[in-house]
């Protein structure tokens, strides 16, 4: 049986990777935030399968956090650019 915090990792863990997948996908991040969040999530990955922590689900918070406010730019620039007929 699995505790809820490790049900928490897992679904975070997802989570990032399908926002890593659509980063990539339409080039929301740059290619060196993208690897440095593969990296930090495998990191995770691991302590999570052997000790989970409220700083490890906090951390996938950081970095998902990282990755949607860079979205949340891109997608602002964009706006813009349409608007202003960039």
């Known amino acids: 049986m699995t505790t809820r915090q ?5 679904a975070w863990d997802r989570e990032l990777a399908r926002m ?4 990539e996908l339409f080039g929301l991040n740059t ?4 690897d440095g969040i593969r ?3 495998f990191k995770l ?3 999570c399968a ?3 922590s409220m700083a490890s689900l906090n951390r996938y918070v950081m970095l998902t956090k990282l990755l949607y406010d860079d ?3 891109e ?3 964009f706006s813009k650019n349409q608007v202003h007929g960039d």
């Open 45 to 47: 990955r691991e302590r």
């Open 20 to 23: 890593l997948e659509r980063s």
């Open 6 to 10: 490790a049900r928490a990792c897992v």
């Open 71 to 73: 979205e949340a730019d």
């Open 50 to 52: 052997r000790d989970i």
């Open 39 to 41: 990296v930090e999530a």
């Open 31 to 34: 290619a060196e935030l993208r």
């Open 75 to 77: 997608v602002e620039s």
